[in-house]
C-alpha cells in the first residue's frame, strides 16, 4: 500500500488566497502532489479542488486531516476507493507531414480524441479520460514528435447522487 | 468610500476607530504594540479610546508580551504592528505562539490597496509569509468587512485547539467611513471544532483503564489550555494513575504529588522515562509526541496501548499511532470519564514507580563552594515556596527550571516549548506580571537568551513591572555548548560570549535595581533581597560553565541511552 495514488476532493471557500494555503500546505509538510485543480464548483462562492497525492494510509489520511483544520475549507473527502469518474484533458500539439497527417487520424480515432488546430506542419489533439489513456495517446504520438502538451489535471466526482460527507 | 451626506457622517466612524471599538466588544483591555506609518490612523484613535496600551521596544517584545499574557489571563492576547519591517518582526512571536496552541489577535497595517503588490514602502506580504504559522489569517481592503473579520478572528483563535490569528488592515480602510454595529455570534461554516468526545470511545477507554496493570497518564499543553486539571487530578487520584508532563504541560497536575514523576523525554526524570517505557497503558492527554518527548519513535512506550486525545484531530496518529483516538475537549473527556473510574489495583506498578522516584532524583553537586545554575533555581523555588509565575527562555536554563522548580498549578510556568524561542522570556514575563498583577512573576533567562530581547528592560523600567529577571551567566551558549562538548569533539565553535556586557551596569542604566552573585551564599541573599524588593529588579548570577543538563537522552535515541551524568 506503499505510495498508492489518492484522488481527494476538496470543497473550499473562493477566496484570493485559498490555492496558495492549501499548496502551502502540501510543500510544507512534505505531501507529494500529482496533480491539483481548480474551478468554481455548484454553489456560488466555493471552489472544488481535485487533488492527487501519493502516499500510504496514514500519510493521506494526515493529508486530509491537515486539509481540513484549514479555515476555508469545508469538505474533504477521498474518492479514490469509491465509485467514481475520474477525467483529465489533454491538449497535444504534435507534429505532421502531408505523409503522416491521415495516419495520425487514424491513430487518434479509437480514443475518441479530436482534432481542434490543424496547420501545415502541425495539429493539436485534444483527449479526454483517465491518466492512463492519456499517457497511452501521450505515447501513440510520441514518434511523430510532440511540440508541446498542456494537460489540465485530473478532476473528479462520485459517480450516483451520493456527495458523501467528510 | 467617502461620506457623502453630512446628515449621516455623524453616525459614522472610520475603520481604525473601528477597530478599536471591535477590541473593546472582545472584551479587550491591554495591547501590546508598536506604532509605523500604516498602523498611525490606528494608533490615533487608540490615543484617547481608554484601552491600555504597552509600547515595547521592538515588535517581537511586544508580540511575545501578548503571549505570556494570553497564557497567564486565559484571554486572547493582543499585538499590533505596522507594516513591512513591523509585521515581519512579529513572525517569530506567530510561530512561537503557534507551536504552542496561544490564542493571539494579531493586527498589522498594511500598504493602501492601491499600493497593494507594487513593492511599496515598508509592504511585505504578511498574510503570506504568516500562512504556514496562523491558524487563519486575513487581509481586510474594505471597511464593511472590519466587524465581521475581528468577530471571526477572536472566536477562531481561543476556541478549538488555540492559536494566533492575524488581521492585515490596508491603509485606506483606516480612514474609510462606516456605521459601526459588531456582530452578535460567529458562523463559520467550515470550522466547527469537536468539544464533546464519542461516548463509545470513552467507554473504550474505561474499559483499557479498568484493564491495565500498568497505566500511566501523560499530560500536555492541551491540559492547560483546556483548564482541566482539576478533572485530572480526580482521575489520577480516583484511580492511583502515575502522572508523567510533557514540558508545556507542566503545573496541569502537581508536581510535588506523590504520583507525579516529573517531566518526560529528552530532559526527563529517570522515574518518568522508565514509566514510559514500561507501561502496559499510556493515557496521553492533549499532548502532541513531540520528537522531544519520544525520541525514537518505534522505541517509544512500546509496551503500551496508546490512548490519545487532542481537540485537534490532525493531531491523533501524526507521529504515533493511537489504539484509540478521541477527538474533543480535555475537560470534558474527563469529566465524561470520572464517572467511570474506580481505584485501581496496581500496587506493584505504584510501588516500582515509586522506587524509581527515589531511587533516581535529580542530582547536581553541592558544598563545593560553586555557584551553579541548578541550585539558583533550586533556591528561587524555595524561597518562593513554589508559588511565582515563571517564564523562562531557551536552552539550559530552561531545562533546569522544568527539572528544579516545582509547579503545582497550570498557567504558572510559561516558555516556548515548541519553537524553541530565545528571547521569549523577558517579554513573556512583562505580559504574565501585567496579566496577574497579584503573583509574584520571576523571569530566569540564560545570558545568552536575554540579550536576544534585552531592550524590553525600557519596557519595564517605563512601567515599573515588578518581575524579577534572574540571569543563569555561564558566558556561554549553554545548551549548544553541551551539544558540542558531547556530540562534536568539544569544537566550542561560537559558543564561548566575549564582550558581555556588565549586566549590572546595564540595568542600572534602565534605572533597574540589580545585584549579582557568585557564590551560593550570595545567591541565596541576593534572592532574598529581590523578592523582598517591591519593584523590578535584575539579578546575574554567574554560575560553572560546565554544569550540564541531564538526565539526557540523545536526539533519536531510545530511553535505554539515556545519559544519567553521575556515570
Known amino acids: 500500500m506503499k505510495n498508492v495514488k489518492n484522488v481527494i476532493s476538496v470543497l473550499v471557500n473562493d477566496q484570493s488566497g485559498v490555492l496558495s494555503r492549501i499548496s502551502g500546505l502540501f510543500s510544507r509538510r512534505g505531501f507529494n502532489i500529482d496533480s491539483i485543480t481548480v474551478g468554481p464548483a455548484e454553489e456560488v462562492g466555493l471552489s472544488r479542488m481535485t487533488i492527487v497525492v501519493r502516499g500510504d494510509e496514514p500519510t493521506v489520511e494526515q493529508v486530509m486531516k491537515q486539509l481540513h483544520k484549514l479555515i476555508d ?94 | 468610500m467617502s461620506a457623502s451626506g453630512a446628515k449621516t457622517e455623524k453616525e459614522k466612524i472610520n ?35 481608554g484601552l491600555k496600551h504597552i509600547l515595547a521596544r521592538h515588535e517581537q517584545g511586544a ?18 504592528a505596522t507594516s513591512g519591517p513591523g509585521a515581519t518582526n512579529l513572525v517569530t512571536g506567530i510561530a512561537t505562539a503557534y507551536m504552542d496552541s496561544v490564542p493571539l489577535v494579531c493586527i498589522t497595517g498594511q500598504v493602501g490597496t492601491d499600493l497593494l503588490g507594487t513593492d511599496a514602502f515598508q509592504e511585505a506580504d504578511i498574510t503570506g509569509i504568516t500562512m504556514p504559522i496562523t491558524k487563519h489569517n486575513y487581509l481586510v481592503k474594505h471597511i464593511k468587512e472590519i466587524p465581521r473579520v475581528m468577530k471571526e478572528a477572536f472566536h477562531i483563535a481561543r476556541t478549538g485547539r488555540p492559536g494566533p490569528v492575524l488581521i492585515d488592515f490596508c491603509k485606506d480602510v483606516g480612514v474609510q467611513l462606516a456605521e459601526f454595529s459588531y456582530p452578535d455570534s460567529v458562523y463559520i461554516r467550515s470550522y466547527n471544532p469537536t468539544y464533546a468526545p464519542n461516548k463509545g470511545q470513552i467507554k473504550k477507554l474505561a474499559k483499557v ?56 523525554g529528552m530532559h526527563g526524570t529517570i522515574a518518568a522515562n522508565w514509566a514510559v517505557n514500561e507501561c502496559d497503558l499510556l493515557l496521553n492527554f492533549g499532548a502532541r509526541f513531540d520528537d522531544r518527548v519520544t525520541g525514537k519513535l518505534d522505541e517509544f512506550a512500546k509496551h503500551a496501548k496508546i490512548v490519545h486525545v487532542d481537540i485537534d484531530p490532525a493531531e491523533i496518529g501524526k507521529n504515533i499511532s493511537a489504539h484509540i483516538p478521541i477527538v474533543g475537549d480535555l ?65 539550559q536554563h530552561q531545562m533546569w527550571t522544568s527539572q528544579y522548580y516545582t509547579f503545582n498549578e497550570a498557567n504558572q510556568f510559561f516558555s516556548s516549548g515548541g519553537l524553541g524561542t530565545m528571547g521569549y522570556g523577558l517579554p513573556a514575563a512583562i505580559g504574565a506580571q501585567l496579566g496577574r498583577p497579584e503573583r509574584q512573576t520571576i523571569c530566569i ?123
Not at chain 1, 480514443?111 to 493539436?124: E, G, K, M, T
Not at chain 2, 555557584?371 to 531557551?394: G, H, M, N, Y
Open chain 1, 73 to 166: 475549507v469545508i469538505k474533504v473527502i477521498n474518492i479514490t476507493h469509491e465509485p467514481n469518474v475520474t477525467r483529465e484533458l489533454a491538449l497535444i500539439k504534435v507534429m505532421v507531414t502531408a505523409n503522416t497527417r491521415p495516419e495520425v487520424l487514424n491513430l487518434i480515432e479509437p480514443f475518441r480524441a479530436s482534432v481542434v488546430d490543424v496547420s501545415r506542419n502541425s495539429l493539436i489533439v485534444q483527449v479526454v479520460g483517465d491518466e492512463s489513456k492519456i499517457t497511452a495517446m501521450l505515447e501513440l504520438l510520441r514518434p511523430y514528435g510532440i511540440k508541446e502538451v498542456a494537460r489540465t489535471g485530473v478532476v473528479s466526482l462520485l459517480r450516483g447522487t451520493t456527495t458523501k460527507d467528510s
Open chain 2, 209 to 264: 483503564i479498568k484493564e491495565a496493570k500498568k497505566p500511566l497518564i501523560m499530560t500536555g499543553g492541551g491540559m492547560i489550555r483546556s483548564n482541566a486539571s482539576n478533572e485530572l487530578y480526580k482521575v489520577a487520584k480516583t484511580a492511583n494513575i502515575p502522572v508523567v508532563s510533557t514540558f508545556n504541560g507542566l503545573g496541569a497536575f502537581p508536581g510535588s504529588d506523590e504520583l507525579h514523576l516529573g517531566m518526560l
Open chain 2, 63 to 80: 508580540i511575545h508580551a501578548a503571549d505570556g499574557y494570553a497564557r497567564a489571563t486565559g484571554k486572547v492576547g493582543v499585538c499590533i
Open chain 2, 331 to 395: 475537560k470534558n473527556v474527563l469529566e465524561a470519564l470520572i464517572e467511570h473510574v474506580e481505584p485501581l489495583d496496581i500496587e506493584e506498578w505504584r510501588t516500582q514507580v515509586k522506587f524509581w522516584k527515589s531511587e533516581y532524583p535529580l542530582t547536581y553537586l553541592k558544598g563545593d563552594g560553586k555557584l551553579r545554575p541548578q541550585f539558583v533555581i533550586d533556591t528561587i523555588c524555595q524561597k518562593t515556596d513554589s508559588k511565582a509565575i515563571i517564564a523562562t527562555d531557551v536552552g
Open chain 2, 15 to 49: 475603520g481604525a476607530q473601528m477597530v478599536i471599538e471591535c477590541l473593546k466588544q472582545e472584551g479587550v483591555d491591554l495591547v501590546f504594540g508598536y506604532p509605523g506609518g500604516a498602523i498611525m490612523k490606528v494608533y490615533d484613535a487608540l490615543y484617547d479610546s
Open chain 2, 445 to 567: 533567562s540564560g545570558d545568552g537568551s536575554v540579550q536576544m530581547n534585552i531592550q524590553e528592560l525600557a519596557t519595564i523600567s517605563e512601567h515599573q513591572i515588578p518581575l524579577k529577571l534572574a540571569i543563569l551567566n555561564n558566558g556561554a551558549l549553554g545548551m549548544v555548548r553541551q551539544w558540542q562538548e558531547m556530540f562534536f569533539q568539544k569544537r566550542y565553535s561560537q559558543t564561548i560570549f566575549k564582550g558581555h556586557p556588565d549586566f549590572v551596569k546595564l540595568a542600572e542604566a534602565y534605572s533597574i535595581k540589580a545585584f549579582r552573585a557568585t557564590t551560593p551564599e550570595e545567591a541565596e541573599q541576593i534572592i532574598d533581597e529581590a523578592l523582598a524588593f517591591e519593584g523590578p529588579c535584575v539579578l546575574e548570577f554567574v554560575v560553572e560553565q560546565s554544569e550540564n543538563v541531564f538526565p539526557f537522552i540523545p536526539p533519536g535515541a531510545p530511553v535505554e541511552n539515556m545519559m544519567r551524568g553521575d556515570e
